[in-house]
């Protein structure tokens, strides 16, 4: 079955600008995560999803949000990006009710200049 | 605050020269702990989930084990395809926020 599908695969942003990531989930997965991998802090978790609605935030800033549509594809945007949010982000999705065996995507490189 | 610690951070082995990864928490209960495997370039791949000190769980040359403090991945007779960086995630008690260690990132020589 296909994978977790994540685009675009690369992104170059200018500081101040805004971006939003897309990721398609594993047919019949209804929760989607998101994560922001750096060398710096390792893979630190952003926010889940779970029938269209947000179940579990990570501690990151409000510039950082989502959405869920029905179909269980989601995005997340970046607003007002910073150097600072230049990272691998990765989506992945799983069955449901609990955050269990988890597939990832291939991730977004986000380089911010 | 939850704490994963993951050690060696980096580990070169030999061909068929077994070794084990460490994976140290501390966590207000433990609903899962979690290794996945990372090559570069990629997102991270499920390996095990591991539930209750005690608990055992083996795939082809991995086994990982629990300790109410910490978790082993041994890795027997390794072969160079076995290169990647091993992440260990837990979930907290009460949670479903997963907190992932740094990684160990396992280099096997031919």
């Known amino acids: 079955k296909a994978g977790v599908t994540q685009t675009p695969r690369y992104l170059i942003k200018t500081r101040g600008q805004q971006v939003t990531l897309s990721c398609s989930p594993i047919?019949?997965?209804?929760?989607v995560s998101w994560y922001q991998q750096t060398p710096g802090q390792g893979l630190q978790f952003l926010f889940e999803y779970f029938s269209e609605t947000q179940r579990n935030k990570g501690n990151f800033p409000g510039r950082f949000s989502g959405r869920q549509f029905s179909n269980s594809r989601s995005e997340m945007n970046v607003s007002t990006l910073e150097l600072g949010d230049s990272a691998l982000y990765l989506c992945?999705?799983?069955?449901?009710?609990?955050?269990?065996?988890?597939?990832f995507g291939q991730g977004t490189r986000l380089t911010v200049v | 605050e939850d704490q994963v610690t993951q050690s060696p951070e980096a580990l070169r082995l030999q061909e068929g020269e077994s070794s084990s990864l460490n994976c140290s928490y501390t966590v207000s209960g433990l609903r899962g702990l979690f290794w996945y495997r990372q090559d570069p370039g990629k997102g991270p791949e499920f390996l095990f989930t591991l539930y209750s000190a005690g608990e055992e769980k083996e795939k082809e040359r991995l086994k990982a084990t629990l300790t109410k403090k910490e978790s082993f991945l041994h890795i027997t007779a390794p072969k160079p395809e076995d290169s990647a960086t091993y992440l260990c995630a837990v979930h907290p008690g009460g949670s479903y926020i997963p907190t992932f260690g740094r990684g160990t990132s396992l280099i096997v020589h031919p």
């Open positions: 047919s019949g997965h209804r929760s």
């Open positions: 992945a999705s799983s069955l449901g009710a609990e955050n269990t065996e988890a597939f």
